[in-house]
């Protein structure tokens, strides 16, 4: 049987619905998530003349979970029949749906590796080989962003997945040695126990253990690298512009919560007069607050207590609108770049010169490089801004 190029086509189409890259969409899905859901409230509104905001809010239940049925559906919308044998298949298509990229896919891609990459920046490689043989074991089980963890994996399947790995062979870890045979090397299993007793013990928290899926089940915990993660960028910012004693600071009040000002200088260590600066710096920014706790029922300002706090949620919204400040700031940047070398860009792709190169001086050459590594840098810092906004926004 002779395989054509739309077999070809055709398998490759079916791989990739398979795989979830793309999905399978409605003519209504080109609309928001927002459009769908004000349409779907406004629809069912209609069916009652007098509402109360007990029926309101039962509307939006129902609409809610109408569209997150709808959006675990949408994968199979279309595929009317799965191949049965590797070389006779057919796949037929619903004329009304269309295919659209499914960027939750991606972006679950992008969260594994920035996870990952995570874990290899605080421990080392071996633990970043670790967790990503947890995404590898789950990739199939995991549909959404917004799950607090991952399919649960025993250590037999992670040491099965870094089989063909050179783990055995680093010995970067420290493990009790056996009494009996002390200068015996830890077999595989002993080294990825050993590496999950090690994530899962990380103040990062990597790795939690699931014990309502059974003995020696683990699993990546995101809900609490969300955090972990989103702080740590919050404290790195803080850090890169107003310095180590600020961020200091800002990371006693995160861990210890409300405290006064005379806890705060004892706690960051530093003379009353530099951390009343640094905390009206950081009131002045927006990434602390005040709470005021008064002592009399007069609630007078003399008669109160001023507790400062780091307001976790506001902050992470701030500072995801200067990450859209900052592409935007790039992107005008490159647009300038672009158009002070309008006639010197239009010249280089005229077709003479595209076809002989050599019609162009040696300044001009140069000037080509310098314009590519200008262009180059821009989209490196956009997309270092873009990883960040994943996190603050998608993680």
Same mark, same amino acid.
């Given at each position: ?7 070809r086509?055709?398998?490759s189409?079916l ?10 969409v ?6 928001s998530?927002?459009?769908? !859901?004000?349409?779907?409230t406004? =629809?069912?509104?209609?069916? !009652?003349t007098i ?17 997150a ?39 679950m ?16 490689r071996t ?5 990503k043989?947890?995404?590898? !074991? ?5 549909? #959404? ?25 680093r ?9 009996i045979e ?9 080294i990825?126990?050993g ?15 699931k ?15 969300r955090?972990?993660?989103k ?6 910012l ?5 310095g ?7 990371r006693?009040?995160?861990e210890?919560? =409300? ?16 951390a ?18 008064p ?8 008669r ?10 506001k902050? !992470?919204?701030?500072?995801l ?10 992107q005008q940047?490159?647009?300038h ?12 792709n ?6 002989n ?16 590594k200008?262009l180059?840098?821009?989209?490196v #810092?956009k #997309?270092?801004?873009? #990883? ?8």
């Amino acid at each position: 049987m002779y395989i054509t190029d739309i077999d070809r086509y055709e398998r490759s189409f079916l791989q990739l619905v398979s795989s979830r890259y793309i999905a399978a969409v409605l003519a209504e899905h080109t609309r928001s998530k927002m459009d769908r !859901y004000l349409a779907a409230t406004e =629809k069912e509104t209609e069916k !009652y003349t007098i509402m109360t905001s007990k029926d309101l809010q039962n509307i939006k239940n129902s609409v809610k979970s109408q569209m997150a049925a709808e959006e675990e559906t949408k994968e199979v919308i279309g595929m009317k029949r799965k191949a049965v044998d590797p070389l006779e298949y057919q796949l037929e298509i619903d004329e009304r749906i269309f295919f659209a990229v499914n960027f939750d896919k991606f972006n679950m891609l992008f969260r594994n590796e920035s996870v990952v990459d995570f874990a290899t920046e605080r421990i080392n490689r071996t633990a970043g080989e670790i967790v990503k043989a947890f995404f590898e !074991y789950g990739k199939d089980k995991m549909f #959404s962003l917004k799950e607090n963890d991952s399919p649960s994996a025993t250590p037999i399947h992670i040491a099965n997945m870094v089989a063909d790995t050179d783990i055995a062979s680093r010995n970067d870890i420290s493990l009790p040695k056996d009494p009996i045979e002390p200068n015996k090397k830890p077999s595989l299993q002993e080294i990825v126990r050993g590496y999950i007793t090690l994530l899962r013990t990380d103040a990062a928290g990597f790795i939690k253990l699931k014990d309502e899926r059974g003995a020696n089940q683990y699993a990546v915990n995101f809900e609490k690298l969300r955090n972990t993660m989103k702080r740590r960028m919050l404290e790195g910012l803080i850090k890169e512009r107003y310095g180590i004693a600020t961020c200091r600071i800002l990371r006693i009040l995160i861990e210890r919560g =409300k405290l006064d000002e005379t806890q705060v200088t004892k706690l960051a260590m530093l003379k009353a007069n530099d951390a009343r600066e640094k905390l009206a710096l950081l009131k002045t920014k927006g990434y602390v607050e005040i709470q005021e706790v008064p002592r009399s029922a007069d609630r007078a300002p003399s008669r109160c207590f001023h507790l400062w706090y780091v307001p976790l949620e506001k902050c !992470y919204e701030e500072l995801l609108v200067d990450c859209y400040k900052t592409v935007c700031n790039l992107q005008q940047r490159k647009t300038h770049e672009l158009k002070i070398r309008k006639t010197f860009i239009e010249k280089i792709n005229r077709k003479d010169v595209v076809e002989n190169p050599e019609l162009l001086s040696e300044e001009e050459q140069k000037e080509i490089a310098n314009i590519d590594k200008i262009l180059e840098r821009i989209e490196v #810092s956009k #997309s270092r801004v873009d #990883s960040v906004i994943m996190i603050l926004r998608d993680f």
